[in-house]
C-alpha cells in the first residue's frame, strides 16, 4: 500500500492504494466517480477513457502509481451541468441508447477536438475509431463531433 496524492477533477484528494491499482478502480470504487465505465478491460474498447493532463487515456490498465502529479479529468469534472459543448451536441443528435459508452466516447471527442478543433468527417472517424459502441450510433456520434466543432 502506499499514499498518492491526486488531482481529481481539479480538487485534491488523497488514497492509500496498491500502486498496481488501475486509476479506473480508483476512480469508482475509491471516490465514487462511477461515471467511467469498466468496458473490456484491456483499453480496446474506449468506455474508461479520462483526460490525464487534457490527454485522453484509458484508465482501466493505467496504474495509480504511473499518474504522478498529473491532473485527471472524468466526465462529471468536464462540466458541472452537463453544458459542455460536447455533451451538449451529444443531446442535440440523440446519441445515446443505452450509454454505456457515452462518457468515454464524450471525453475521446473533447480531447480530439482541443487539438483539431475544425476536422473533417474522416478526421472525426479516424479519432473516434477506438470507441466501441455497442448500439452503433456511430453516424449520431459523428455528427455530434461535427456540431460541437462548429461551437
Aim: glycine residues 8%; hydrophobic residues 40%; proline residues 5%.
Amino acid at each position: 500500500m502506499a499514499i498518492f496524492n491526486l488531482n481529481v477533477n481539479g480538487k485534491k484528494t488523497q488514497v492509500d492504494l496498491d500502486p498496481a491499482t488501475p486509476v479506473l478502480w480508483v476512480l469508482r470504487d475509491h471516490l465514487n466517480l462511477v461515471g467511467t465505465k469498466y468496458g473490456c478491460g484491456i483499453a480496446q474498447c474506449g468506455a474508461c477513457t479520462i483526460h490525464l493532463d487534457g490527454v485522453a487515456t484509458r484508465s482501466c490498465l493505467l496504474p495509480v502509481a504511473a499518474v504522478g502529479n498529473k491532473a485527471i479529468t472524468t466526465i462529471e469534472g468536464l462540466s458541472e451541468n452537463g453544458d459542455h459543448p460536447v455533451q451538449k451536441a451529444w443531446l442535440e443528435h440523440d446519441v445515446p441508447q443505452c450509454g454505456y459508452c457515452q462518457a468515454g466516447q464524450i471525453m475521446t471527442a473533447v480531447a480530439f477536438l482541443k487539438n483539431n478543433p475544425h476536422p473533417s468527417d474522416e478526421e472525426i472517424e479516424t479519432a473516434m475509431n477506438g470507441n466501441l459502441c455497442r448500439c452503433g450510433t456511430y453516424l449520431r456520434i459523428r455528427a455530434a463531433v461535427k456540431t460541437a466543432s462548429k461551437s
